[in-house]
């Protein structure tokens, strides 16, 4: 008896040690075991004429191992089957807890990323105020800066808000991270481009009070001035984290002026009018 135990224990550790090459694969099979830890953790009931359906069994023993082998054929189907039978189990609001989930750490570390490089373009500001012979230009770049960081935070609220299911963009995919840097570029270039007119004297003013405010504070200034200079330097954020309906605004202008100009309107297919 104690001989086919260690038969056994021999077999058992010859399938923990078996490798898989197939990287794409080994991301389903690591996508696989995820949905399994969160049907555990969300102590969802499971039928027992499913359970076979849903338990991993034999590919509990495979890993990535650049050395190893290809998977087979019943190996795929036993993933992609076990996969796709968890997803039908699962109810719209935990597909999308699970979805969410999977949001990449950067969506929570880029706020605070772009909210340093904001504090720091004030302090460089002032110091540029409080130094002698220093170029007015810095103020300019230091404005610069200022706007592309309230863009990218003002996107990476966005973001933020979207995860935390406080808002919900159907046209946003969480978990690409492309997707997601380049939501966070174009809330930069937005804060940039249509904030850059604007806000400038505001922000030297803001400067200047931060920098001696015994000096430049003006206790006269009504309640509509600050918050004019408050909605001036807080544009690049509107503009970032309103990405989605600044695109509609350029769009639709867009539009206007190519009718304003003769370009006939597209007709609605037929069926749209019913």
């Known amino acids: 008896m104690a001989g086919a135990h260690d038969e056994e224990d021999r077999q058992a550790e010859g399938v923990l040690a078996e490798g ?3 990287e794409t694969f080994c991301r389903h099979l690591v996508r696989l075991k995820q949905l399994q830890e969160f049907l555990y953790l969300e102590a969802v009931p499971i039928d027992s004429s499913n359970v076979d359906a849903l338990t991993m069994g034999d ?3 495979l890993n990535r191992d650049p050395k ?9 189907a036993k993933v992609e089957n076990r996969t796709q039978a968890i997803f039908r189990i699962f109810t719209p609001a935990m597909r999308r807890k699970f ?8 969506a929570a570390w880029l706020p605070v990323y772009f909210l340093g490089l904001a504090v720091l373009s004030l302090v460089i500001a002032m110091v540029i105020m409080n130094a002698v ?13 200022w706007l592309v960081s309230l863009g990218a935070i003002g996107a990476s609220a966005f973001i933020g808000m979207n995860a935390l299911s406080l808002q919900d963009d159907i046209t946003f995919d969480l978990t690409n991270t492309r997707l997601m840097s380049l ?11 249509l904030s850059l007119p604007f806000g400038f004297p505001e922000f030297v003013k803001f400067c200047k009070l931060a920098w001696k405010p015994s ?18 330097l807080l544009l690049p954020f509107i503009f970032g984290f309103s990405t989605s309906l600044v695109i509609l605004v350029l769009t639709q202008f867009a539009e206007a002026v190519q009718t304003f100009l003769g370009r006939k309107p597209k007709a609605e297919p037929s069926g749209a009018r019913a």
């Open 20 to 22: 898989i090459k197939d």
């Open 215 to 232: 000096v430049f504070y003006d206790p006269k200034l009504g309640g509509i001035d600050i918050a004019q200079e408050a909605v001036f």
């Open 59 to 61: 590919l509990s023993g």
């Open 133 to 145: 012979d220093w170029p007015e230009y810095f103020l300019f770049i230091d404005y610069l800066i």
């Open 99 to 106: 979805l969410m989930a999977e949001t990449p750490w950067v």
């Open 68 to 76: 190893g082998r290809m998977p087979t054929a019943e190996e795929w």
């Open 183 to 193: 939501r966070i570029s174009l809330g930069a270039l937005f804060g940039v481009v």
